[in-house]
């Protein structure tokens, strides 16, 4: 079943994430963020404490797109030929051989990203940014869906690597993952009763809520919203507050504008409508420019976050109608 027109988009979706909630409980924002970021080709950083679900709602949207999923769990030794693969030579062809490594998937789970040298972080850039793996001269391309599920713990730091701000504006969202409501966690404790395993209960998913062909179908449609010049002004006036601001050491770059507009694009093929609305600029803004600032040093010490000063440039900067 192929999406014909806009107003399938949102049921699909929302049916989708209906049934993603039976096991990735009380997450729903978040859920529906991951899928907005596959649906327009980017790479998602999630950042909460250990065990709120984050390996899990990769898992959980891979198996319902029908999607491969590999998961890497980075570590201080881990080398870049872990990630991206070798030519390893055969005795018996006396032949050098390529042997892919685990990026070759369609959604590749990047557990706790920081705690790899850079070395190995930058192994990523060319991945993500050209869905490309380079080994010897050689190009190896990788499946269109291809998509970057990093993670990363915000409270334990020893032993880390910060990701570099290139790297960092690779990812079209950073979601934070917050403990769920505590109605949603006595749904989770339910979802477990009679379970003779720890082992999350995929099998209540059923079969795949969208193919790769749909995915690819909504791309398409993605190129049919349209964004009136007041959208485009209403984007690049919050793009370049963020670099004025007085706490703002670094602001948003061209490139974030361009993510922004493409997520808004999502966002309103997902809502049922043909064209970006400023709510959908508004809704997905703190996903996608989060990451992308950094504070001088006396606004983290007064306790000032990214999303403060993302939520005073939304308040200053004038709403079109």
């Known amino acids: 079943m192929r999406p014909e027109s806009d107003g399938e988009v949102p049921e699909l979706a929302q049916a989708l994430l209906n049934r993603a909630e039976r096991v990735v409980v009380g997450q729903r924002d978040s859920l529906e963020m991951v899928l907005l970021a596959i649906l327009c080709g980017g790479h998602i950083l999630l950042e909460g404490v250990p065990g709120t ?10 198996r319902l797109l029908a999607l491969d999923c590999k998961r890497v769990q980075f570590t201080p030794d881990l080398m870049p030929s872990d990630i991206v693969g070798t030519n390893v030579f055969n005795l018996q062809t006396s032949r050098f051989e390529f042997r892919p490594g685990p990026v070759f998937t369609d959604i590749l789970v990047a557990d706790e990203i920081n705690r790899t040298p850079p ?9 993500m940014e050209e ?14 869906v291809f998509t970057v599920m990093a993670t990363q713990n915000p409270i334990e ?18 979601l934070n993952v917050e403990y769920p409501p505590p109605e949603e966690e006595d749904r989770i404790l339910r979802l477990y009763q009679g379970r003779g395993s720890l082992s999350p209960p995929l099998e209540i998913l059923g079969s795949a809520g969208l ?9 398409q449609q993605t190129a049919t919203v349209t964004a ?23 602001g948003a770059s061209s490139r974030a504008a361009v993510h922004l507009l493409q997520a808004a694009k999502v966002r309103a093929l997902m809502s049922g409508h043909n064209f970006v609305s400023p709510d959908d600029v508004k809704r997905v803004c703190r996903p996608v420019l989060r990451h992308r600032l950094m504070l001088q040093p006396d606004a983290y010490v007064e306790g000032f976050t990214t999303d403060d000063m993302l939520s005073t440039v939304l308040e200053r900067v004038e709403v079109p109608r």
Do not use: N, W
Request: hydrophobic share 45%; aromatic share 6%.
């Open 119 to 127: 070395k190995t972080q930058s192994a990523l850039l060319e991945v």
């Open 157 to 174: 730091y020893e032993g880390t690597y910060r990701l570099p701000e290139a790297q960092l504006d690779r990812f079209l969202l950073k």
């Open 211 to 219: 193919t790769r062909e749909q995915i690819a179908a909504v791309r």
């Open 53 to 62: 679900a984050k390996t899990l709602m990769a898992r959980t949207i891979a």
């Open 131 to 144: 869905k490309t793996v380079t080994i010897d001269g050689v190009s190896h391309p990788l499946p269109d």
């Open 228 to 250: 009136r010049a007041e959208i485009f002004a209403y984007i690049g006036k919050i793009v370049r507050m963020t670099r004025e601001m007085d706490k703002v050491l670094m």
